[in-house]
């Protein structure tokens, strides 16, 4: 698939329609259809959209970069009239009555949604295998899982069916997926894309966020989804930026933190070489490295599951048979009809962390767990304070290593939630972060995250588009 820009200039000399786009979107998922990436595929809808932009291109009305653009959206986004699952038994049917912001504004700026991406039953997981729609597989190797949670959104960038996704991050699950498939996912900060309309897992830790092939395309998605909204009290009432702004700024004079806790023990050594690789060849371009420490972050798994898990319990206390989605057939009594929807309507993992978020913040237990993983947030956020005033931008691994071999999420629970260490404690301190490809590591991609200071999108992406251009 070609970029948001390419596509534009063939929309623009006429070589293709919008319509032609979305057709070839089509066809490409239906050939793609292995990978399982889409939950619900939008044909009808879509090629209509996409009629709408070629007439307004007709009348020289175009809207802008994105009009005519197939996108896809993961599927716990709400886009009214269309089917909303979660991948989640207990939303199976569920067909949303209103669109989320940020699908709002994509479609304001005339891209057209051609499907729901398939993820992890609602955001929860790191490998894409706790779908009830059956797991996502990693187009570059079978054996290994795309990443999670957004794994659909990647893999559908991934396997060229669309030049660019939505998906969302609680604790990576778009930086996951984006480094084990090879395209890059941007988290935005904290507060940046209208959390509105998204089905809520975390709500202090969810951000909606771009998947593409490039960088620039990202940044294209992220100007056409950010700013304020009045559905969402926590987004922020900065102006819109064009965070494409700096992408040809280089490297040169830069200050790039290396945290020491995040090169030592537990980290890959192809994985570890291929980063530092690149981190010598910025050091050519004229940054400067500096090592810094982030004292509390062996904490942050930790602390994110305790705080995530706890959110979620009060979050998914809303479907409860009654309201929403799947209710068992043979219940007798209320207690009963909440109990056996919620039993049979979802996965083994989100029961799993609705037991554990139900635990830590139960009376007995409250303080010595969910107070005290709130501590541990400040404390990690104070260390990534402290970092920043010795540098411009930090540089991480996304994952610890290769991407999962699949069924570990069913084998070794644990060791999936310790793959996310790189990536949640930007969420406990609300920052954005961004991965891109950078060498490989047996035969895959490996992915660099840089992590930004808050709402510092527009050079974050510059230093991503120099990684992306010294690694050709
Ligand atoms: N792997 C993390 C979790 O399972 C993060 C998921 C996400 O970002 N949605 O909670």
Known sequence: MDTI???????????????????SALSRIDATKDLNAYISVLNERALARAKESDKRRAEGKTLGA????????????CLEGTRTTAASKILENFVAPYTATAIEKLEAAGAVIVGKTNMDEFAMGSSNETSYFGPVKNPLDSSRVPGGSSGGSAVAVASGTVPCALGSDTGGSIRQPAACTGVVGLKPTYGRVSRYGLLAYASSLDQIGPFG??????????????GIDPHDNTTSARPTEDFGAKLDAGIKGKVIGVPKEYFGEGLDKDCKAAIEGMLKKMEAEGATLKEVSLPHISYAVSSYYIIATAEASSNLSRYDGVRYGYRSKDARKLFDLYAKSRSEGFGKEVQRRILLGSYVLSAGFYDAYYVQAQKVRRLIT?????????????????MPGLPLKCGMNESDPMAVYLSDIYTVSLNLAGLPGVTVPCGMAGGLPVGLQWIGKPFMEADLLGVAATTESLNK
């Open 66 to 77: 994105l009009d005519g653009i197939p996108v896809a959206v993961k599927d716990n986004m």
């Open 5 to 23: 820009q390419d596509l534009q200039e063939q929309l623009k000399s006429g070589k293709t329609t919008a319509e032609g786009l979305v057709q």
């Open 213 to 226: 092939a490039t960088v620039a395309d990202c940044a294209t998605l992220l100007s056409a989804i950010c």
């Open 382 to 398: 104070d260390d990534f304070n402290k970092a920043f005033e010795s540098c411009d931008v930090i540089a991480s691994p996304a």
